[in-house]
């Protein structure tokens, strides 16, 4: 399982902030003939874009083409022109005649000349006064000239924020030569954007691909020494070389030896930066050697091959050589971050020595646009001294945090020859990926966001790492396996499931998912993640099944993940989801299923697996007990596995404001009678699991006892001192093991309602309503602090209209029912139909029989469009028929109104973090607990008895009044009544 660093040092690359201002207009001021002899075969705007496309470059820029002045200056009073290009003879006007009246006007518009190369053209360039030209250029035939003076422009202009606030590294080129620099700059940017596509790789998506091109170096042109030094004396911390000629103007006359005296003030400041000087006199060459700097004679036929192999092995442009530093000769080398990581234990001291004390290896980083761990290795300053192999290894944990922090709030394209342990998000396919996966990013983008989140002392918060399939591998295998009318049929939920467990998912999967398995070498589950589900409107809480499949032999595990996938798009046709679609009025053909394959939370214990607890907390409470309120929201957490939470079984309830006060544990009696008894685990038998309808086919539910072994329980376990009939926190004491969460909510063992309060509270604001989170916290991890994982998110849907009926004028005695914990808001009319469970035959050991018996009612109303009201003992809706009758939402979706009630040895608090429970408050199902026994509310249960039944079986009655009745709940008070119409 992953570790979750502190990520304070590596701050955010904003390469949404790089390269803001652009050229998207150009004024080309030329003659017809001109025109022509640009274009060649195409137009220059055709040529540009194929060059900007072959680059992966964007937004290439619109020319606009006139061939006189006149022209050129309607068009700039019509247009927001960006830059002028014009060619050397423009009719009427000279261009530097041009250009000097164009300034007056456009000052700030950047105006270049092209020229064809002659020393003619030479001559005239000396005689003419160029002051209002910013540079000319020599047009050799190609695009790749426009392109390049095109990005010198930007870099011009986006220099100074890209490279002081971003940190984009720079090169910086002397030449005063028109005909070297108009040689040079083409090939300097053409190798720029190819090293950028290379560096692009390090993004995990084509967003952030394309996004990081922007932080490629940039291109400084400097034509005099004052500008060089001062371009030099502004960017020295982020310059990664400097190419200079030797002879150039300083203080305004021509000086031979200006690039000696460049690169002699440079190397005095750093002896390390690499330096080319370039002239036609060989005996330079000399001159070079002594300084330490490079050199490439211009006459050379090799000149650009030589500026190639410079830019390359100087300006860290290729992939990084280590060397040996008494040699030269190449040791090893590497081409992206990864190879970095995994490769530097076997790179011997002294050659990393040799290039930690040059910068080398953080330049090389900066020039992948890879510029906060790049900043933070330029910090790990060494000397002869230093213990290298110490430095090595902090070098390798400084890599793996920021490949960590960098994964984190990002959803990455899953590559497999790429992925490894540290993409915590990534995507299959390029559909949408559903509801509840879009809340995992959504978690994950937040933990991010956050620092008392992504920084906590105590703990580390994450998501566990998580694949998702996006919907178009649902749709590719519904299309070619010919499954749609097998779904949309009526066939029973089995004959489905066996229709779908034949078809053939896409051939890459396989491949896709073994890589997986490989890299995450743990339990995985797979969770439906639907188009549908979890939306801001209509929460599908539990409604599509969640299958887990042990680790066996990475191959026959893909087996079983494919075959789980396929259960779960089967569940998409079930009955279940059927009538929540009739619920919901959606269409069930419009419906598609993403797929969130996640590493299951936990530690292995013998052959069973689960984490230490699981939990959900709620950011509003429905049912508050003072001094608890609403807004303060509520916590249900046990041990195990969240199914024991989410199916209704007993787990512990508490407020996140008031940790210590859990009416759970106010007596002994209470303590023993309703705090949890079994927890369920994952099987490690991979032999267990079997595609099934029933989604929990390979789980344990065992008894608590069990997990002292394991160790579990130190932190949530008391024990019941039967002689002295106390609860004794800790386990010294023999007894009963009572699942109290005593050293975590009355210790702080660990700061589970800290944590609750602060992800409840940053939910609701971010979602900007009420939200419900699922978790799981191993406190047995390998890493030195314990984690806290995020495993869901999902908005609580509540009334949009605040005011609810009043209550005030109707008598509680007078209603059939009167309660006051009612969960809702609003009326409900016109329902004459109550099925209810008879109390005289209850017993809870008939629950599961009793929740078949609804059903087949259930069905029998639906169909004949008729809602009801449904009653009965216990927690609906539980998957522990101990505590309620056990009824899926399919099997009593038309119920309008639903009520809970206790009986005199039979009271049971309504759970707040079921699915069941979630999905009544999506559907805006009235919801009320009554419990007669002990005075809270009433239900006039006689009335039933004694009108006569349309249906009744031994467990279960079905009533038909003629006068229809109402339920109102007031949402303010939690109060409910239920009253017939018209009353007499």
Not at 86 to 108: N, W
Not at 416 to 429: C, L, P, V
Not at 512 to 530: E, G, M, N, T, Y
Not at 707 to 734: P, T, Y
């Amino acid at each position: 399982m992953q570790s979750n660093t502190v990520y304070n040092r590596f701050s955010e690359t904003a390469f949404d902030q790089l390269m803001q201002k652009r050229i998207h207009k150009i004024l080309l001021i030329c003659s017809s003939y001109d025109a022509f002899m640009l274009e060649e075969d195409g137009r220059i705007d055709e040529q540009l874009f194929n060059e900007y496309v072959s680059l992966n470059l964007r937004y290439p820029p619109h020319f606009i083409q006139v061939s006189s002045a006149g022209e050129a200056f309607k068009v700039l009073k019509e247009e927001k022109i960006d830059l002028i290009i014009t060619m050397l003879s423009v009719g009427e006007m000279d261009p530097f005649s041009l250009s000097r009246k164009i300034k007056e006007t456009y000052s700030k518009i950047p105006i270049v000349v092209l020229t064809p190369f002659s020393r003619e053209v030479s001559m005239q360039l000396e005689r003419e006064d160029t002051s209002a030209i910013d540079y000319v250029f020599c047009w050799l035939g190609n695009a790749n000239l426009l392109l390049a003076i095109i990005k010198l422009i930007e870099d011009g202009m986006n220099a100074d924020h890209d490279i002081h606030e971003i940190g984009v590294q720079s090169i910086l080129l002397v030449e005063d030569s028109v005909r070297f620099y108009s040689s040079y700059l083409p090939l300097i940017y053409k190798i720029v954007f190819r090293q950028s596509k290379k560096f692009m790789q390090e993004g995990l998506n084509e967003h952030q691909k394309m996004m990081r091109m922007r932080g490629r170096p940039k291109i400084l042109l400097a034509r005099t020494y004052e500008e060089a030094e001062a371009f030099y004396n502004k960017y020295r911390s982020n310059l990664l070389g400097i190419i200079s000629d030797v002879s150039f103007k300083h203080e305004g006359t021509k000086e031979r030896g200006a690039g000696i005296n460049l690169a002699k003030r440079v190397k005095e400041d750093n002896p390390y930066m690499p330096f080319m000087l370039q002239s036609s006199d060989s005996g330079i060459a000399e001159v070079a050697k002594e300084l330490k700097v490079g050199f490439i004679h211009k006459q050379s036929k090799f000149l650009l091959q030589e500026l190639k192999d410079f830019l390359n092995t100087y300006l860290a442009f290729g992939d990084f050589v280590f060397i040996n530093p008494k040699t030269g000769e190449e040791i090893t080398r590497v081409s992206n971050l990864r190879e970095l990581q995994n490769k530097l234990m076997e790179i011997p001291d002294e050659s990393l020595l040799y290039h930690f004390k040059r910068d080398h290896i953080s330049k090389w980083l900066t020039a992948r646009a890879l510029f906060p761990i790049g900043d933070v290795i330029r910090e790990m300053k060494v000397d002869d001294d230093v213990d290298i192999s110490a430095h090595k290894q902090k070098l390798i944990r400084v890599i793996a945090e920021f490949r960590k922090s960098k994964g984190r709030g990002v959803i990455a394209s899953f590559d497999r020859d790429r992925y490894d342990e540290y993409m915590t998000f990534s995507r299959i396919g390029q559909g949408s990926i559903g509801g509840k996966a879009r809340g995992l990013a959504f978690l994950n983008s937040i933990i991010k966001k956050h620092t008392e989140l992504n920084q906590h002392p105590d703990a580390n918060i994450m998501i566990p790492r998580t694949i998702v399939l996006g919907i178009d591998v649902f749709e590719n295998f519904m299309e070619e396996n010919d499954l749609y009318s097998i779904g949309l049929s009526d066939l029973p939920d089995e004959e489905i499931l066996r229709h779908f467990i034949r078809g053939k998912l896409p051939v890459h999967l396989y491949d896709d998912l073994l890589k997986f398995v490989q890299v995450v070498q743990r339990p995985v589950a797979i969770r439906s993640s639907s188009v549908l589900e979890d939306s801001h409107y209509q929460p599908f809480a539990g409604i599509y099944t969640t299958y887990m499949i042990a680790p066996s032999n990475d191959e026959e595990m893909v087996l079983q993940i494919m075959d789980a996938i396929k259960c779960v798009y089967a569940s998409v046709y079930y009955k279940s989801s059927k009538a929540y679609m009739e619920g919901t009025t959606n269409l069930i053909d419009e419906e598609r299923m993403g797929i969130v394959l996640q590493e299951v939370v936990g530690q292995a214990h013998g052959n069973r697996f689960y984490p230490t607890f699981s939990g959900v907390a709620r950011s509003v409470n429905f049912y508050p007990i003072p001094p608890e309120r609403a807004e303060d929201g509520i916590v249900n957490v046990a041990l195990g596995l969240g199914r024991q939470i989410v199916e209704g079984g007993t787990s512990l309830r508490f407020s996140p404001k008031y940790p210590h006060k859990v009416l759970q544990l106010s007596t002994p009696e209470m303590v023993v009678r309703e705090t949890q008894k079994t927890f369920f685990a994952l099987d490690l038998d991979a032999g267990r699991f079997e595609p099934s309808v029933n989604d929990g086919i390979n789980l344990l539910q065992l008894n608590v006892g069990d997990a002292e072994a394991d160790g579990s329980l130190k932190w949530l376990a008391s024990v019941f001192d039967m002689q002295n009939h106390i609860i004794r926190d800790g386990l010294m004491a023999d007894g009963v093991r009572l699942i109290t969460f005593a050293n975590i909510l009355k210790y702080d063992a660990f700061p589970l309602a800290e944590i609750c309060r602060n992800i409840l509270a940053i939910g609701q604001d971010e979602m900007k309503q009420p939200v419900e989170i699922e978790f799981a916290v191993d406190m047995q991890a390998p890493e030195s602090k314990p984690v806290f994982y995020l495993l869901q998110i999902r908005p609580i849907v509540s009334s949009n209209n605040p005011i609810g009926p009043d209550l005030s004028e109707y008598d509680p005695e007078d209603c059939f029912l009167y309660s006051e914990s009612a969960l809702g808001n609003g009326e409900v009319h016109d329902i004459q139909d109550v099925v209810y469970v008879k109390t005289d035959t209850f017993k809870p050991s008939l629950n599961r029989e009793i929740a078949a018996h609804i059903e087949k009612i259930n069905d029998k109303l639906q169909k004949k469009g008729r809602p009801y009201l449904l009653i009965g003992p216990g927690r609906w809706g539980s998957q522990d028929p101990w505590l309620g009758v056990p009824v899926r939402w399919g099997q009593i979706a038309g119920a309008r109104t639903i009520v809970e009630m206790g009986l005199e040895n039979y009271h049971v608090e309504p759970s707040q973090g079921t699915h069941f429970f979630q999905n009544l408050t999506s559907l805006r199902v009235g919801y009320l607990t009554v419990n007669p026994s002990i005075g809270e509310g009433h239900i006039k249960m006689d009335l039933l008895d004694s009108h006569p039944a349309e249906e009744e079986t031994g467990l279960v009655r079905h009533v038909r009044f003629e006068k229809p009745f109402s339920t109102l709940i007031d949402g303010k008070s939690n109060k409910g009544i239920i009253v017939f119409d018209q009353q007499d």
